[in-house]
């Protein structure tokens, strides 16, 4: 539903401005999440305002902008509060929705919206404040008053993923909040490979010198001003340096990158096998397809924290300039019977972005997937008509992330 404004906040107003009264449960979440819970309302939709209504996430402003739609539309609507469930986000939860629409981390106001007939107009009757943070995958209630520093979020690209000893590998920085001054360190590990100032939201370094091996990369933003902007790191990117010239045709070797777990117990995961053969479908046909090695995830923290995992893969480079873009690789997922409410993240078809973007291996929420998970799935590859004959190999990094 959308339509003309009669409420709306100041624009530009802090955090927790507005009518209130909106309470949800809980209070915090996961962003990869389908639901957020509930709401209740302590201020029932005006009289003129009550042919339906629903809970969502604005932009402040006259009028607001309608962000992310999280509940059903309520009818048969009363001087008492409405109340209900937060359960239309669907598969990906906010994460999803955030990165369809461009949407950064920080604060969002969550809106009961109150639809006159026909919907031609609305009012926010009443109103509550969150703070997402798309790099930690958490959302919260933010309880209201000043919003201090603005919260930055730090992601790191590197180009080659898979290079040979001295070959070039350039790392991009790209940091959030708007007009966000400050540098960033480049670490292989803990050992730093150098900084550079953040100019247009990003920092760059070419490193050369990265021997033989798999290497765990970090960016770590520091703002010149602490109070304006909030320091940040990105997540680990893996990139090897091989000291061959790689496999046979169609061999997709897989690394992996476990972060820091906290609390007692651990989250692991390993991966079996060196390589993922790619066979031709049929003759003629420039299909592949291959099984993806088993990967087992094992959580015995006390906590059960959730977890999920991801993957995304380097272009297959061949002889000389010779290459097939990652875009071309596609999976299908899949989880064994034995793990406890692990779910399997969507297929993932050839073609623009495939799995050149990341994408979601298996997810499982808070209290569930103790024990060993069994994942894998089966591969994909459309190679281009025009792409020369011969032997190419990629690298599928594999990460697992505690929520």
Same mark, same amino acid.
């Given at each position: 539903?959308?339509?003309?404004?009669?409420?709306?906040?100041?624009?530009?107003?802090?955090?927790?401005?507005?009518?209130?009264?909106?309470?949800? /449960?809980?209070?915090?979440?996961?962003?990869?999440?389908?639901?957020?819970?509930?709401?209740?309302?302590?201020?029932?939709?005006?009289?003129?305002?009550?042919?339906?209504? /629903?809970? &969502?996430?604005?932009?402040?402003?006259?009028?607001?902008?309608?962000?992310?739609?999280?509940?059903? /539309?309520?009818?048969?609507?009363?001087?008492?509060?409405?109340?209900?469930?937060? =359960?239309?986000? !669907?598969?990906?939860? %906010?994460?999803?929705?955030? $990165?369809?629409? !461009?949407? #950064?981390?920080?604060?969002? &106001?969550?809106?009961?919206? +109150?639809?006159?007939?026909?919907?031609?107009?609305?009012?926010?009757?009443?109103?509550?404040?969150?703070?997402?943070?798309?790099?930690?995958?958490?959302?919260?209630?933010?309880?209201?008053?000043? @919003?201090?520093?603005?919260?930055?979020?730090?992601?790191?690209?590197?180009?080659?993923?898979?290079?040979?000893?001295?070959?070039?590998?350039?790392?991009?920085?790209?940091?959030?909040?708007?007009?966000?001054?400050?540098?960033?360190?480049?670490?292989?590990?803990?050992?730093?490979?150098?900084?550079?100032?953040?100019?247009?939201?990003?920092?760059?370094?070419?490193?050369?010198? %990265? #021997?033989?091996?798999?290497?765990?990369?970090?960016?770590?933003?520091?703002?010149?001003?602490?109070?304006?902007?909030?320091?940040?790191?990105?997540?680990? *990117?893996?990139?090897?340096?091989?000291?061959?010239?790689?496999?046979?045709?169609?061999?997709?070797?897989?690394?992996?990158?476990?972060? &820091?777990?906290?609390? $007692?117990?651990?989250?692991?995961?390993?991966?079996?096998?060196?390589?993922?053969?790619?066979?031709?479908?049929?003759?003629?046909? %420039?299909?592949?397809?291959?099984?993806?090695?088993?990967?087992?995830?094992?959580?015995?923290?006390?906590?059960?924290?959730?977890?999920?995992?991801?993957?995304?893969?380097?272009?297959?480079?061949?002889?000389?300039?010779?290459?097939?873009?990652?875009?071309?690789?596609?999976?299908? @997922?899949?989880?064994?019977?034995? +793990? =406890?409410? *692990?779910?399997?993240?969507? @297929?993932?078809?050839?073609?623009?972005?495939?799995?050149?973007?990341?994408?979601?291996?298996?997810?499982?929420?808070?209290?569930?997937?103790?024990?060993? +998970?069994?994942?894998?799935?089966?591969?994909?590859? &459309?190679?281009?008509?025009?792409?020369?004959?011969? =032997?190419?190999?990629?690298?599928?990094?594999?990460?697992?992330?505690?929520?």
């Amino acid at each position: 539903m959308a339509g003309a404004v009669l409420y709306a906040p100041a624009a530009q107003a802090d955090v927790g401005d507005g009518p209130g009264g909106l309470t949800l /449960n809980p209070t915090s979440g996961s962003t990869s999440a389908e639901t957020m819970g509930t709401f209740t309302s302590t201020i029932a939709c005006p009289t003129a305002n009550r042919f339906a209504a /629903n809970v &969502q996430i604005v932009r402040e402003g006259t009028p607001p902008t309608l962000l992310v739609r999280l509940s059903e /539309n309520i009818f048969g609507l009363s001087d008492t509060p409405p109340s209900g469930g937060l =359960d239309v986000l !669907g598969a990906g939860g %906010l994460a999803r929705i955030f $990165s369809e629409q !461009g949407l #950064p981390s920080g604060d969002y &106001q969550v809106a009961l919206l +109150c639809f006159n007939t026909g919907a031609a107009q609305f009012v926010a009757a009443a109103t509550t404040w969150i703070h997402v943070d798309l790099a930690a995958g958490t959302w919260a209630v933010v309880d209201g008053g000043d @919003p201090g520093a603005v919260t930055t979020t730090t992601t790191l690209n590197a180009q080659p993923t898979t290079a040979q000893p001295g070959q070039a590998v350039t790392l991009t920085a790209t940091v959030s909040g708007e007009g966000a001054t400050g540098s960033v360190e480049f670490l292989n590990g803990s050992a730093s490979l150098g900084t550079d100032d953040v100019s247009g939201g990003t920092a760059t370094l070419t490193v050369d010198t %990265l #021997p033989v091996g798999l290497h765990s990369l970090t960016a770590k933003f520091t703002p010149t001003d602490p109070a304006a902007f909030t320091p940040s790191t990105s997540q680990a *990117v893996a990139v090897r340096i091989s000291g061959g010239t790689g496999g046979g045709s169609g061999n997709q070797s897989l690394n992996v990158t476990v972060p &820091q777990g906290g609390g $007692s117990g651990e989250l692991t995961m390993s991966v079996a096998g060196d390589a993922v053969d790619l066979e031709q479908v049929s003759a003629g046909d %420039l299909a592949f397809r291959g099984q993806l090695a088993t990967i087992t995830v094992t959580d015995d923290r006390p906590s059960l924290a959730g977890w999920y995992v991801t993957g995304s893969t380097s272009d297959f480079t061949g002889t000389g300039t010779d290459k097939i873009g990652g875009e071309n690789l596609g999976w299908t @997922p899949e989880v064994a019977d034995a +793990c =406890d409410e *692990v779910v399997a993240g969507s @297929p993932v078809t050839p073609g623009s972005p495939g799995l050149k973007q990341e994408a979601t291996l298996a997810t499982v929420d808070a209290g569930k997937g103790g024990g060993d +998970c069994a994942l894998g799935g089966t591969l994909e590859l &459309q190679v281009p008509e025009e792409t020369p004959a011969g =032997d190419y190999s990629a690298t599928l990094t594999v990460t697992l992330v505690s929520k």
